[in-house]
């Protein structure tokens, strides 16, 4: 998936950054969560420290970097090609998800009913929909994609002397993935339903990888948890 905008700066440069290294930070932290015992893991500031220590790393990183726009993929010019695509990407994950969520788990014996009382079941939905949502897309797609994938990426790449293997980044792509799947709070909150995010960080980091437009993987999240929060908060009331 190329858009007009992303294809010219397609390029391994992410390389050539301070502190790319800070992003083993919040992967060791995600790790460290599960070597603890599950007394600590109950505690609130624990279940949130691999997200706090991200966004702390991404702090310094953006602090000590220039150009931080084209390195987390968030050039004005990639705008408008990022609402096109991550439209497109956004509906048709969420229709995909939400018939594995309210379909297929179902049928596997797997009861969804707690989904009414996750902190997002219990909030008002002109709450959710649009703000709430759309405040976590970007947040959470300039953690996972932008900072973490992005400097997994600028790591690996001194791995490769293919420009290929470079440009996707296939280590780097895993890791994401895995770390935004198995977030503390994802896995608390949303129990075994945290696979499907499995396969959303795998689409998203191969778009981000692909084009370096962060807009499209923030507008597609955005999309697909509209999409499913919303059919599913229909089935359940």
């Not at 790449?157 to 996707?168: E, I, T």
Request: aromatic share 16%; with cysteine.
């Amino acid at each position: 998936m190329t858009t007009p905008e992303s294809g010219p700066h397609v390029k391994p440069t992410q390389a050539k950054e301070w502190g790319a290294a800070l992003t083993l930070l919040p992967a060791a932290a995600t790790l460290t969560f599960y070597a603890l015992p599950a007394s600590l893991q109950e505690q609130t500031a624990v279940l949130f420290a691999p997200q706090i220590v991200a966004y702390l790393a991404f702090g310094l990183w953006a602090a000590r970097n220039g150009n931080i726009a084209f390195r987390l993929g968030l050039e004005k010019r990639n705008f408008r090609g990022g609402l096109r695509w991550g439209l497109i990407t956004g509906l048709l994950l969420g229709c995909l998800n939400t018939f594995a969520i309210l379909f297929v788990y179902p049928h596997l014996g797997y009861d969804i009913d707690f989904l009414k009382i996750t902190p997002h079941g219990r909030l008002p939905f002109l709450v959710m929909v649009p703000w709430f949502i759309c405040g976590i897309a970007f947040f959470v797609e300039l953690n996972f994609r932008g900072f973490l994938l992005g400097r997994f990426a600028a790591l690996e790449s001194r791995l490769w002397k293919s420009g290929m293997a470079q440009r996707f980044s296939p280590l780097a792509l895993i890791a994401s993935a895995l770390i935004f799947a198995f977030d503390p709070f994802m896995v608390n909150t949303f129990q075994y339903l945290h696979w499907i995010a499995v396969w959303d960080g795998l689409i998203w980091g191969i778009i981000w990888l692909r084009t370096r437009n962060l807009y499209i993987t923030i507008v597609a999240h955005a999309v697909e948890v509209i999409v499913m929060y919303s059919s599913v908060k229909f089935a359940l009331s």
